[in-house]
């Protein structure tokens, strides 16, 4: 689908980009010619991952550990990354998120969805464009979103509202960097399962059959994500710009994705909430 050098030259950074979606677009984007950066907060994890890729690849791949919650921390990792050149491309990938009633969430759980989805985002989002401004230097920014942007999703509420937060950051900055030279796009992924977000959002007593209620009856494959976000991020994406890529197979035209959980019982919650607590210990 795309000439074998589309990223060559590109110095990417994915956060949380050990597992899951984000190192299946790390994979994609070197098998383009990039050279990649991956960060997230388990050292063990990325270096694994890193080495996988060096072993089936070559290229130039390293990981960092930042948690990216902390603004000090992602500014100390940006310093680290432009010693050596400038990156040409952020991907805000990292995020959590898990089921409950809202009313039953913590100042504290509310949070620790909101600091990495929101907060970290953003830290790494104004801490690339900054250096890109000042060094006069052109940078793309793709942000990992959801469809609960467009159809609002209950029982994820700070992950509604964080992501949407996210996607009016992406418009403004278009505006606000587009005359800098510096492109903000995001993607709203439909259901692309990974072990991590399964267990979160889809435990055990959930409806089973969910994939073929689809429009087009099945999940997403990681290559199909990695191929656009590998498309919004090169030059070829270059008039792409504060715009957001739904890819889920139709599905939000059918489903916010959240309705067969309001007919679960108090008995159900409970048992998920022990089930994120003893996970948590």
Same mark, same amino acid.
């Given at each position: %689908?795309?000439?074998?050098?589309?990223?060559?030259?590109?110095?990417?950074?994915?956060?949380?980009?050990?597992?899951? +979606?984000?190192?299946?677009?790390?994979?994609?984007?070197?098998?383009?010619?990039?050279?990649?950066?991956?960060?997230?907060?388990?050292?063990?994890?990325?270096? !694994? !991952?890193? @080495?996988?890729?060096?072993?089936?690849?070559?290229?130039?791949?390293?990981?960092?550990?930042?948690?990216?919650? =902390?603004?000090?921390?992602?500014?100390? %990792?940006? =310093?680290?990354?432009?010693?050596?050149?400038?990156?040409?491309?952020?991907?805000?990938?990292?995020?959590? !998120?898990?089921?409950?009633?809202?009313?039953?969430?913590?100042?504290?759980?509310?949070?620790? $969805?909101?600091?990495?989805? +929101?907060?970290?985002?953003?830290?790494? !989002?104004?801490?690339?464009?900054?250096?890109?401004?000042?060094?006069?230097?052109?940078?793309?920014?793709?942000? $990992?979103?959801?469809?609960?942007?467009? &159809?609002?999703?209950?029982? &994820?509420?700070?992950?509604?509202?964080?992501?949407? @937060?996210?996607?009016?950051?992406?418009?403004?900055?278009?505006?606000? *960097?587009?005359?800098?030279?510096?492109?903000?796009?995001?993607?709203?992924?439909?259901?692309?399962?990974?072990?991590?977000?399964?267990?979160?959002?889809?435990? #055990?007593?959930?409806? @089973?059959? *969910?994939?073929?209620?689809?429009?087009?009856?099945?999940?997403? #494959?990681?290559? #199909?994500?990695?191929?656009?976000?590998?498309?919004?991020?090169? =030059?070829?994406?270059?008039?792409?710009?504060?715009?957001?890529?739904?890819?889920?197979?139709?599905?939000?035209?059918?489903?916010?994705? @959240?309705? =067969?959980?309001?007919?679960?019982?108090?008995?159900? *919650?409970?048992?998920?909430?022990?089930?994120?607590?003893?996970?948590?210990?």
């Amino acid at each position: %689908m795309f000439e074998k050098g589309l990223l060559q030259g590109k110095r990417i950074l994915v956060t949380g980009g050990g597992s899951g +979606l984000g190192a299946a677009m790390g994979r994609r984007f070197v098998e383009l010619g990039a050279e990649l950066i991956i960060c997230g907060r388990r050292l063990e994890l990325l270096q !694994t !991952t890193a @080495a996988q890729m060096r072993g089936d690849l070559g290229g130039s791949i390293s990981a960092l550990v930042c948690d990216i919650r =902390d603004g000090a921390a992602v500014d100390a %990792m940006l =310093d680290a990354i432009w010693r050596d050149a400038p990156l040409d491309v952020l991907v805000n990938n990292a995020a959590a !998120t898990f089921i409950a009633q809202t009313e039953q969430l913590s100042f504290r759980a509310a949070d620790a $969805i909101l600091a990495p989805t +929101l907060h970290g985002a953003m830290y790494c !989002t104004l801490g690339a464009g900054k250096r890109w401004i000042e060094g006069k230097h052109k940078g793309v920014v793709l942000s $990992i979103l959801s469809t609960s942007t467009i &159809t609002g999703r209950a029982f &994820t509420v700070p992950s509604a509202m964080a992501k949407s @937060a996210v996607l009016a950051m992406t418009r403004s900055l278009a505006v606000e *960097w587009g005359p800098k030279g510096i492109r903000t796009v995001a993607i709203a992924p439909g259901a692309f399962p990974t072990p991590g977000a399964s267990g979160q959002l889809r435990p #055990e007593g959930r409806d @089973a059959n *969910w994939a073929s209620r689809n429009p087009l009856g099945r999940a997403g #494959e990681h290559r #199909e994500l990695a191929d656009l976000a590998s498309f919004l991020v090169s =030059d070829s994406a270059g008039y792409i710009n504060g715009e957001m890529v739904v890819q889920d197979g139709g599905a939000h035209l059918r489903s916010s994705g @959240a309705e =067969d959980l309001l007919q679960w019982s108090d008995a159900q *919650w409970e048992q998920q909430r022990a089930a994120r607590s003893k996970g948590r210990g």
